[in-house]
């Protein structure tokens, strides 16, 4: 079977980040998962049995000071590494601000070229397929890589398949110095604590809140629906210009798409460029006092009300209905 | 200070955008063409530190159409000094690797201290063009900035990622792709729309650069498919019961 490289993210503290699992489960349908990680020197063997268990067959790590300091050029030149020694049919990377750059470069670099931003993948007659869902999913496409390495963005969260638990062959090499001016990393600032609620990114229900929430103090009523739904929280652009959340909570167009079970817009007048992240949820419900809102062209069931009335009533009747499901 | 800004025309994401179904490629006649809005956002970054450095020149260049002169006059209306308009019925249809080639080998053409883009264009989304063009140059790339410090000699801003966010910085010469969070753009006024016609606009096709010959690879669009539109459901206006009657639509779909 062919080799299909993986970059793995890590964070500042050298953990694993959450993109792992899914870029080595897509990479397992495709032929043997190689994970490919840039680290501070003497931490990589810590990970390979970690990424042996998410499915990785080898575990290629380059060891170096640059790690961590230097944005990019560590992963760029220990893939390019990996892609020398594994020859690899296909090389997998997270599409987040962080690793995209590393595809782009690797494509000048190693005479490849980048399918961007795939959701899924697979292999047909020994060519490697990127399926694409674009502007909003309102088209599915496919596309490949002719004369020369195949480098693929995954969009986070897309890929739900998993690879089976392995034991990892570990490679550890010196990481190559830089060899172009380097983009240095001064601060690294960690988000705040953890909310305890779903990732918005592969998400199963997402409460999303807009400009009609009115201020940041008022939008603790989408948090508290999302709570009572076990829900992740989103927003629309206008409420994250407002300032009622931060931006990794848009979802739109410029934003996180989601394709959830449920999706609760509660004051979002539903403009195409929201609905472009949201529109392939399998149920959509919408509350928006405005009867003509395009929210509700695409809202599986839509109240024409006030969120402020309908919510509190809604998250009642849901912890009730919890209630008598219990006994 | 010479600053060039990556600017690409995209359908307008106010209408349906449309892919034709036999190629695969963008419909372009199916929907208004207009400016990317990040790319007004990546010029007025530029045009904020001209406000305040008036020696500062700032080049506008795009591949695309015709058509793309639109665009670019929007663009030294709204204060760059000049264009330069990359058109060829042979780069019809570019990837990425394609476009960031010929980007690179007109930037190089005319010397330059900073190269700014959009973070991803609204159409293509690869997000990848800036760090193949700072890789084609030899350069540091900043990407998806939410502000830029501009000063002699370096870059710097902070950059989002997933679980919090980086403080970066480069020397010059950089590529820095921004956000839709940076700097909102202004509008043109009747002086710059007026001037911008005065404006030099270059235009030259692909053998005026300096590209080779050799066979290079492509991302290619195998088919496209399109999703069913989607139908309105039930819509209830409420009279103090729609939120039981919504519990109960949730707990029969097993949500909750
Ligand atoms: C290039 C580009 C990219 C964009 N990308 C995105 C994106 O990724 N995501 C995104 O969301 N937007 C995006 N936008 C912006 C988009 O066009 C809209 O401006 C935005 O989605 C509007 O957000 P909203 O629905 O919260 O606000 P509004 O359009 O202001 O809607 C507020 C709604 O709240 C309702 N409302 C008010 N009070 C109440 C109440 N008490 N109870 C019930 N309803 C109430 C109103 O009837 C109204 O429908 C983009 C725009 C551009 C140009
Ligand atoms: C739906 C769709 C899907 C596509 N998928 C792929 C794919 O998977 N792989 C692939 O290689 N190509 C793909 N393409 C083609 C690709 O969009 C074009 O090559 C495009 O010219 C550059 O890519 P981008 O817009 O995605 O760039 P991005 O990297 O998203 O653009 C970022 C910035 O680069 C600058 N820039 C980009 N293009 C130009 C330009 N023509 N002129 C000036 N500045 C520019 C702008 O500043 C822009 O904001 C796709 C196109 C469409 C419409």
Redesign the interface.
Known sequence: MANILVLIETSSTGGIKASAPGLIGAAAQLGTPVAVVAAAPGTGAAVAGELGRLGAAHVYVAEGEDAGRILAQPQLVALTAAVSAYAPAAVLISNSTESREVAGRLAIRTGGAVAADAVNVRSEDGRIVAVHSVFGGDYTTESWVRDGLTIITIRPGSIQERAAAATAELTVAPLAAADFPAAIIEQVHEAGADTGRPALRGATKVVSGGRGLGSKDNFVLVEQLADALGAAVGASRAAVDAGYVPQSYQVGQTGVAVSPQLYVALGISGAIQHRAGMQTSKTIVAINKDEDSPIFEVADFGIVGDVFTVVPQLIEAINAHQLTAAH | MKIVVLVKQVPD???????DLSS?LLDRDASDIVPDE?NERALESALRYKDGQKATEIVVLTMGPDSATKTLRKMLSMGADSAIHIVDDALAAS???QT?RVLAAAIQRGGFDLVLAG??S?D?????????V???L???????L?ALELEAGSV?G??????????????LP?VVSV???SAEARFPNFKGIMMAKRKPVETMDRASLDLGTA?????????????PA?A???????DGT???E??G???S?R??
Request: aromatic share 2%; proline share 5%.
């Open positions: 994401t106010y209408e349906d955008r449309k892919i695969g990040i990837d990425m690797v960031a973070n991803e609204t293509g989304r690869g997000g990848v063009v800036p760090a193949m700072a890789e084609i030899g350069l540091p790339l900043l990407p998806s939410d710097s902070t950059c989002s990622i997933d679980g919090g966010s980086l403080s970066v910085r480069a020397p950089a956000t839709e969070r066979a290079v690879a492509a991302s290619v669009v195998g088919s496209a498919t399109k999703r989607r309105a459901g039930t819509k209830i206006i409420d729609a939120a039981q919504l519990a639509f949730l707990a779909n949500l909750i």
